[in-house]
C-alpha cells in the first residue's frame, strides 16, 4: 500500500464520522454489494462520505490492506471498520444497525 494511499484512506475515515468506501457513488452505485450498503444507510437516514475505490487503484487495494477485509464496500463508523455488505445487512435486518449507529451518535435516537 503506497503512502498516498494510506494517506488518503486515514483521511476519508478521520474526517467522516461515517465513512463508505464503494464501487461507484451513491448516486450511481457500480455494483449490487455498494448498492445494499447505499440503501440501507439511506433507509436509516444516516450521513455518511463515500469514495469511489474505482477511481484509484491504490485505494482500492489499500482498503483492503488498511482493514484486513477482502471485498469492497467496507463502512467505517467514528474510524471503526464494521464491515462489508454481508455484515452490514445482517447488522439491519437484526436492528442492531440503528443502535449501533445512535450508540456512536452519528444517528438521531428514534421516538
Known amino acids: 500500500m503506497t503512502d498516498a494511499a ?3 484512506i486515514q483521511s476519508a475515515i ?15 452505485p ?6 445494499a ?12 462520505g463515500s469514495m469511489n475505490v474505482l477511481e484509484n487503484q491504490d ?3 489499500g482498503i483492503k490492506d488498511f482493514s484486513d477485509w477482502p471485498t469492497i464496500p467496507q463502512l ?16 439491519f435486518e437484526q436492528g442492531e444497525l440503528r443502535g449501533f449507529l445512535e450508540e456512536k451518535g452519528v444517528l438521531e435516537a428514534e421516538g
Request: contains cysteine; glycine residues 10%; hydrophobic residues 40%.
Open 6 to 8: 494510506t494517506a488518503t
Open 14 to 28: 478521520s474526517d467522516n464520522d461515517v465513512m463508505l468506501f464503494m464501487k461507484g457513488s451513491p448516486q450511481f
Open 30 to 35: 457500480q455494483c449490487g454489494f455498494s448498492a
Open 37 to 48: 450498503v447505499v440503501q440501507i444507510l439511506d433507509y436509516l437516514g444516516t450521513e455518511y
Open 59 to 61: 485505494v482500492r487495494q
Open 76 to 91: 467505517y463508523v467514528k474510524g471503526e471498520f464494521v464491515g462489508g455488505c454481508d455484515i452490514v445487512r445482517e447488522m
